[in-house]
């Protein structure tokens, strides 16, 4: 459409390794991105033609200050604009700006030639004039409707056919299948596992990853959703209704998406870390075959090896040069040869602190402690083993089971000896149980063979052996003699507010920002030590802490503790993929239906909640869809044409809001014309024209800050 039907893709909602590949991605994404803009103008074009109107321009891009490639054909100038924000079509008649009804009339009306056909329309006022039949303005208002609806029809139609030809191609996509679940989250509540599945979200089978975080982020909090999870351990359904949780922004049920085997192209280990340091190189591409001779066929398999041998030299078997099957990409290599790599023990890093323990915030269901009637809110006093055995004391008569971050690993420890424990809890006074406000109680122990760490923000941190999850304060309890914490004269009473990464001399990479510590809405904590393990070998801790009323700093380097192993030993994995490919043509069809209604329903969704579940910072602009749009080359042609099929329908549901200068907006008038017998009146148009002009330019330069955020690693 003329300037006023263009649209801008500011408004949108939203491993490669030489420069040829780089290329080939920026061709991909630029003719992609093109051809939604393309399509959306050929619609009005077409129609407009049908229709008879004259259409002086036809442009990918604005051609601001007339800077342009282009060429005339006919009566119409087809060109490529500088600005590559949209595009738009010029016809005889018609004005980015309904407001200027009365330059319209005048450029449409009949200059008084014989040959000319022309045709009286009514203005804003009732008075009559006479225009160029050819003119935007001489047409009915169900032929311009068809005109202003005629992108968005277009849009929708090229969704279908992007998404249909994706299913041919075969489209890659993140399988449902859970690494880690999210301390304390409705996921790690409901006792979901490493291995497990989702094959149902809702009426959704066989969700991707990404679908089921949109499903969960534009879900019902209140009500929950219902999940169909196939367990790892007896391959047996069942289903789970999740209620998501909005502490952290976006609505979350705290599911982690699992690693193949395969590591990374790029980057298969992390420096400093045991991985790095084996006895040979890991490298690209290698895929673990087996741990300690014993077959490893997934992530759950490993892992439980890994826990189970944490303070071990492991011997790794990758099989090196293989190949995957010719029609999926990510599965099992075969062929190449087989290398085996002896890769050391992670120790644990802590700076000496032992803090103090918080109250339980979760009780995993089916667990002994929710059996014995622990609930959210209790807070555990003591912990001791349940044999009254010495080492339940120290030889300076300390509880050895007072640090709160080293428990989860000296109570799996003691599981696999078949012990229990005895704690005495706290009950809440919000329980509601009538029992004594301090009881003890005596709890089995389960076996650990996964792995559950602090990973986000304000994360508890969790117990598996137990079955629950608590908080850690940020303030000190105690200090270990002779530890890194003792040396800079940390004391018991101490509170830590803030911790930064200082990476060593040689590391180029950002050490993110600062680790805010407090006893509200930013207990990190867990997820700070979790952090400390992946660092690399010379970073050092910038504490901040206060004494008192007294604000003070120390920097600390983070040593091993003795007896203590972290299971995860550096690999980069690559994640799970899978591809969806149609068998047949129908299917294929209906594949491309399914997905581009379900890529509406979700704009949909998204702008109901927008402002409520889902922040206003969650949106993107044209930086934010470029990056989307690569990432999405990078994994084929069928990822970037679904991704076209997204943008497609984004466009189209945004386009279509009633707004003053969008698709929608126009509609809104024309339709008040078609009930009216004129167009709206002047003052009127210009009053929600300029209300329109104001809120798109608001939201292109909200949406180019938030980009920019991102760019800079603020956002």
């Keep these: ?153 277009m849009n929708i139609i090229f969704a279908v056919i992007f998404a249909t030809i994706a299913f041919g191609v075969g489209v890659p996509y993140v399988p449902c299948i859970v690494s880690q679940t999210a301390p304390g989250s409705p996921a790690w509540q409901a006792g979901i596992r490493t291995g497990d599945e989702v094959v149902r979200l809702g009426e959704t089978e066989n969700p991707s990853f990404l679908e089921l975080q949109q499903g969960v982020t534009l879900g019902d909090l209140e009500k929950g959703i219902t999940f169909t999870i196939r367990r790892a351990d007896t391959g047996k359904e069942e289903d789970v209704l999740l209620r998501p949780s909005q502490d952290q922004g976006l609505a979350r049920v705290g599911m982690i998406s699992s690693s193949s085997l395969r590591l990374l192209h790029e980057m298969p280990v992390v420096k400093g870390t045991p991985a790095a340091n084996a006895s040979a190189e890991f490298q690209g591409d290698d895929e673990v075959i087996k741990v300690q001779g014993q077959p490893v066929a997934n992530e759950r398999e490993l892992a439980a090896i890994l826990v189970k041998h944490s303070s071990e030299p492991l011997e790794f078997t990758v099989r090196r040069g293989g190949k995957p099957p010719k029609d999926n990409r990510f599965g099992p290599l075969s062929g190449g040869e087989e290398v085996t790599i002896t890769v050391p023990a992670k120790p644990m890093q802590r700076l000496g602190l032992v803090m103090e323990i918080g109250r339980v915030v979760a009780v995993q269901q089916g667990s002994a402690a929710a059996e014995k009637g622990i609930q959210a809110g209790d807070f555990i006093d003591k912990i001791s083993s349940s044999d009254d055995t010495a080492e339940d004391d120290s030889a300076d008569g300390a509880n050895p089971f007072d640090d709160p971050v080293a428990l989860p690993e000296q109570l799996r420890k003691l599981a696999e000896e078949n012990r229990d424990v005895r704690l005495t809890v706290q009950h809440s006074a919000q329980s509601g149980s009538g029992r004594q406000a301090t009881e003890e109680i005596n709890l089995p122990l389960r076996k650990v063979d996964w792995v559950e760490s602090s990973l986000s923000v304000n994360d508890p941190l969790s117990v598996p052996a137990l079955g629950i999850a608590y908080r850690v304060l940020n303030r000190v309890a105690r200090v270990e003699p002779g530890s890194p914490a003792a040396q800079a004269k940390l004391q018991g009473g101490d509170v830590i507010t803030q911790a930064i990464f200082v990476l060593p001399k040689d590391i180029k990479e950002k050490p993110g920002k600062p680790i805010e510590f407090n006893d509200q809405d930013q207990q990190n904590w867990p997820a700070f030590i979790t952090g400390m393990q992946s660092m690399p070998s010379g970073t050092q801790i910038k504490l901040t802490y206060k004494r008192g009323e007294e604000e003070l700093e120390a920097t600390l380097e983070p040593v091993s503790v003795e007896g203590y192993f972290v299971p995860t030993r550096g690999f980069a994995f690559a994640p799970t993929k899978r591809i969806r490919k149609a068998r047949t043509f129908p299917e294929q069809v209906s594949l491309g239906f399914q997905e581009t209604t379900n890529s509406l329903g979700m704009v949909f969704r998204f702008l109901r909640k927008l402002g409520t579940q889902i922040p206003l910072t969650a949106l993107g602009g044209p930086v934010t869809i470029a990056q989307a749009a690569g990432y999405s080359a990078f994994e084929g042609a069928g990822k970037l044409l679904i991704f076209l099929t997204m943008l497609s329908a984004n466009l189209a549901v945004i386009n279509f809001l009633p707004i003053p200068l969008l698709d929608g907006g126009h509609m809104v008038f024309l339709a008040w014309e078609g009930v009216r017998g004129r167009p709206a009146s002047e003052r009127f148009v210009v009053a929600l024209h300029t209300i329109g002009f104001v809120f798109i330019i608001s939201l292109m330069l909200f949406v180019f800050t938030l980009d920019i955020r991102r760019l800079m690693g603020m956002g």
Aim: glycine share 16%; with cysteine.
């Design 1 to 153: 459409m003329g300037s006023r039907g263009g649209f801008t893709l500011g408004m949108c909602l939203i491993a490669v390794t030489s420069p040829l590949e780089w290329l080939t991605v920026i061709l991909q994404v630029g003719g992609g991105l093109g051809m939604v803009i393309f399509v959306h103008e050929l619609g009005h074009f077409a129609v407009a033609k049908m229709c008879g109107v004259k259409c002086d321009k036809f442009f990918i891009g604005f051609d601001i200050g007339g800077y342009k490639i282009s060429h005339k054909w006919g009566e119409t100038e087809y060109g490529i604009g500088i600005l590559p924000l949209g595009g738009y079509v010029k016809m005889l008649g018609q004005d980015d700006n309904p407001a200027n009804i009365a330059e319209q009339v005048r450029e449409s009306e009949a200059s008084g030639a014989e040959a000319m056909k022309t045709k009286e329309i009514t203005g804003p006022d009732g008075e009559k004039f006479t225009v160029d039949a050819r003119s935007y303005l001489a047409k009915s208002v169900p032929q311009r409707m068809a005109i202003i609806s005629a992108g968005v029809i």
